[in-house]
């Protein structure tokens, strides 16, 4: 198995992630890897104003305030606090494969429920990400609170 040095864990803004953060968090102390987590955020939804014109629902930057503070909940309740995370706007699968490319990560960390089978181990993102991605890909079983 290669030493892992840069890792980059992937995460949803669902509850999920937690999961993911606290596996990740042994694999980077057992690598002594360097690590960042990333969300990728949806940009905002837009809706008619008051004057008839269409404007966002919530601002970029109030929508990335609001998941950075959910993230670094998460963070700090996976023993991740030490840790750079970042919330950056775009495609999930292109943002994660290109930022894993441009900071030389080894590894990326994502979830997989798994609970439907093999065929559907890998939701769409993860699937995507493993295909398109210049480096291994580690899928963190997510346990379900109920067995599906
Ligand atoms: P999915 O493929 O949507 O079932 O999600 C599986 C895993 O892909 C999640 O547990 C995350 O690791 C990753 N992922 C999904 N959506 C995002 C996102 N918006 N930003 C970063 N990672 C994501």
Not at 4 to 19: H, M, P, R, T, W
Not at 31 to 45: D, I, R
Request: proline fraction near 4%.
């Amino acid at each position: 198995m290669p030493a892992y040095n840069k890792i980059l864990i992937a995460v949803d803004s669902s509850d999920e992630a937690i999961g993911v953060l606290k596996q990740a968090a042994e694999i980077i102390e057992m690598y002594k890897a360097e690590a960042e987590v990333l969300h990728v955020a949806q940009s905002p939804t837009m809706a008619y104003g008051p004057w008839g014109e269409y404007v966002p629902l919530l601002h970029e930057d109030q929508i990335q305030e609001r998941l950075e503070e959910r993230l670094n909940e998460r963070m700090v309740d996976a023993g991740l606090a030490h840790i750079p995370s970042k919330v950056v706007f775009g495609l999930p699968v292109d943002t994660v494969v290109r930022k894993a490319n441009e900071g030389n990560v080894d590894l990326i960390i994502v979830g997989s429920h798994g609970r439907h089978g093999i065929r559907l181990l890998l939701g769409s993102t993860a699937n995507g990400i493993l295909h398109h991605a210049g480096c291994d890909v580690l899928a963190v079983r997510i346990r379900e609170t109920i067995d599906g």
